[in-house]
Nanobody, 124 residues
Framework: QVQVVESGGGLVQAGGSLRLSCIVS????????MGWFRQAPGKEREGVSC????????YYRDSVRGRFTISRDNAKKTLYLQMNSAKPEDTAIYYC?????????????????WGQGTQVTVSS
């Protein structure tokens, strides 16, 4: 059974930084594209970033490109999201998931066993 555990969220002022982590078990992490997703109150979950299995390719949604950086450590089966220059509109619960992809600027995943996520709150 696939399990994902997200951590690293918290309260940060606008312009600040956070680093999210996601530890994955139950799958061959090093062979999977991995992504970050987020869901703000009253909104649908949206794709934030997706990184290829080797780490050589990454995709970002337009609103975070240049501010967020996705990375991974396959030996540790861990996915990261470095959030810089945070904005209040980044406030959401952040989730990670395998099997992400990008099509016409939209990042998605067919994953169903979502974790609890980690709350990120950016104050203005």
């Amino acid at each position: 059974q696939v399990q994902v555990v997200e951590s690293g969220g918290g309260l940060v002022q606008a312009g600040g930084s956070l680093r999210l982590s996601c530890i994955v078990s139950g799958l061959s992490f090093g062979n999977k594209d991995m992504g970050w997703f987020r869901q703000a109150p009253g909104k649908e979950r949206e794709g934030v970033s997706c990184i290829g299995w080797s780490g050589s390719i990454a995709y970002y949604r337009d609103s975070v490109r240049g501010r967020f950086t996705i990375s991974r450590d396959n030996a540790k089966k861990t996915l990261y999201l470095q959030m810089n220059s945070a904005k209040p509109e980044d406030t959401a619960i952040y989730y990670c998931a395998p099997d992400c992809g990008s099509h016409e600027g939209e990042i998605s995943s067919s994953f169903r066993d979502w974790g609890q996520g980690t709350q990120v709150t950016v104050s203005s």
